[in-house]
């Protein structure tokens, strides 16, 4: 895979710098903001990367295709693609800025009952709004990379934005500044990002293609029968991970939001890394399938399947062993016992969530949109319908556990992954089964050795050499025909 080596250093790391500042931060904003603020402040962060996924599929086409044509020598259809996914991008992007801004006012009375708080969350949504539209048109730009296999220049530009933005809320905080100046900070911050997208992205283009806002009707509907599938997966995956903040506020208010999204985010935080590395398959699926290879692309699958099964399993066992003693050691012995069963929840779901990322791929690659989409509508109505009946009765843990419900139509979404890939169904079910397995063994290595430790940094430092020492024996046995011919 061209520039894989750069790509996977380059996302790596562009991912754990951000992860790291997070860590470092958040519990200064908590403490200057106070729980009910900042559970304010998550809920416009997320409402700008939420609305990155309504883009109805045109992000994930761009990829797609743009890979395809030039793979099969179709360069000619490159620049039309282009043209009408920037066009789709700037009036999407307009379209839903405005609505945020109409909707304002409704949204804070969805989520406060005083009319001051109802207020403040109006401007606040408002000015998320505008840092929403810069960072929207940027997506185009950061996916033309990702469609000739530079993944590192949009890791670059997109978790810089994250670090900076960080570190400047963290900063303004500290200065006494409120949430609305706090949020223009991060509209000048996507502004900048927006720029640098524009122009390293004119340069990433072959010779001859230049940017327009032009229409080819026959090239639209081409990019609107795999887009339109993309969109709704995409769009239900962003109700899944954005708008459960909405409804925990709705149902229990804003400090449940904080005790339940710190755990969230770390859980996120930790398998994003798989999520982020496993996209650069997604490229090589597209060409893999317009060659017809159906070798290489069963070879790569399972090899990526393997790889996100290891990983996905350490950092589960890592959060449920001791996410407990990272709580209290990062926040407080308080906060730790609200949100401890919580994180361990969420690890555990997530185990099982990251292990479907590569399968996502390789069906996108494959032009099978639809199956994704139909898998994503399944559960995204059972985890909303377990939200209202789970959350009530109790509170976040009930939220966590709703996660679950994501995972129902996972059956039906291997079934495709046999029919199109030839994965088997039960290659997958064993795979599990022996993953589930070791974690469980390690869990309880884990926590025999607890028993003897006093101190909450010595348990974390405990677990993560144990289990560095099983991931870095496993990838040694993976790779050792690799190795060996290296060192030959």
């Known amino acids: 895979m061209k520039n894989i080596s750069r790509n996977i250093a380059f996302s790596g790391l562009g991912y754990v710098l951000p992860l790291l500042a997070s860590l470092a931060t958040i519990p200064l904003m908590i403490k200057y903001m106070g729980t009910d603020v900042y559970g304010l402040y998550i809920i416009c962060i997320s409402l700008i990367g939420f609305m990155n996924f309504v883009d109805l599929g045109v992000g994930q086409a761009i990829v797609k295709y743009v890979s395809q044509y030039e793979v099969t020598g179709e360069n000619t259809k490159i620049k039309p693609i282009l043209d009408i996914a920037l066009l789709m991008y700037v009036v999407l992007g307009i379209v839903i800025a405005v609505a945020v801004v109409v909707f304002a006012l409704p949204l804070g009375n969805l989520i406060y009952n005083e009319d001051a708080?109802?207020?403040?969350?109006?401007?606040?949504?408002?000015?998320?709004?505008?840092?929403?539209?810069?960072?929207?048109?940027?997506?185009?730009?950061?996916?033309?990379?990702?469609?000739?296999?530079?993944?590192?220049?949009?890791?670059?530009?997109?978790?810089?934005?994250?670090?900076?933005?960080?570190?400047?809320?963290?900063?303004?905080?500290?200065?006494?500044?409120?949430?609305?100046?706090?949020?223009?900070?991060?509209?000048?911050?996507?502004?900048?990002?927006?720029?640098?997208?524009y122009t390293l992205g004119r340069q990433v283009l072959p010779l001859g293609v230049k940017l327009g806002l032009s229409f080819d009707q026959r090239i639209f509907a081409e990019m609107i029968g795999f887009s339109a599938y993309t969109f709704v997966s995409n769009f239900l995956g962003g109700v899944v991970s954005r708008l459960d903040k909405f409804i925990i506020g709705s149902i229990l208010g804003t400090e449940a939001v904080t005790y339940y999204q710190i755990p969230h985010t770390i859980a996120q935080m930790a398998n994003g890394i798989i999520q982020v590395l496993s996209q650069i398959t997604f490229p090589r699926f597209s060409e893999l399938s317009s060659l017809n290879d159906q070798v290489g692309r069963l070879a790569l699958y399972r090899r990526a399947m393997w790889l996100v099964f290891l990983f996905s399993m350490a950092i589960s066992v890592a959060l449920i062993s001791s996410g407990g003693a990272f709580l209290e050691l990062w926040i407080s012995p308080e906060f730790a016992l609200h949100s401890t069963l919580t994180l361990q929840i969420i690890a555990l779901y997530f185990f099982f969530q990251s292990n479907t990322v590569v399968a996502y791929w390789v069906l996108q690659g494959s032009g099978n949109a639809k199956v994704t989409a139909i898998s994503s509508f399944l559960g995204t109505v059972a985890y909303v319908a377990g939200m209202y009946v789970l959350t009530p009765r109790y509170g976040h843990d009930g939220a966590a556990l709703s996660l679950f419900l994501l995972l129902l139509p996972l059956p039906y979404f291997y079934w495709w992954v046999q029919r199109n890939v030839g994965h088997k169904f039960g290659e997958y079910l064993l795979q599990t089964l022996l993953f589930v397995a070791l974690g469980m063994l390690i869990i309880l290595l884990l926590n025999y050795v607890h028993e003897y430790i006093n101190s909450n940094l010595l348990v974390i430092v405990t677990d993560g050499v144990v289990l560095m020492g099983v991931v870095g024996a496993a990838l040694l046995y993976l790779f050792r025909e690799t190795l060996r011919v290296r060192f030959r």
């Open 117 to 197: 708080k109802a207020e403040l969350a109006a401007k606040a949504f408002s000015v998320t709004a505008v840092a929403f539209l810069l960072s929207y048109i940027n997506q185009f730009f950061l996916n033309v990379f990702k469609a000739y296999h530079r993944f590192d220049v949009p890791a670059v530009i997109q978790n810089s934005a994250n670090i900076a933005g960080i570190v400047m809320a963290t900063g303004m905080v500290l200065l006494g500044y409120d949430l609305i100046a706090i949020l223009w900070g991060y509209v000048i911050i996507q502004a900048i990002a927006l720029v640098s997208g």
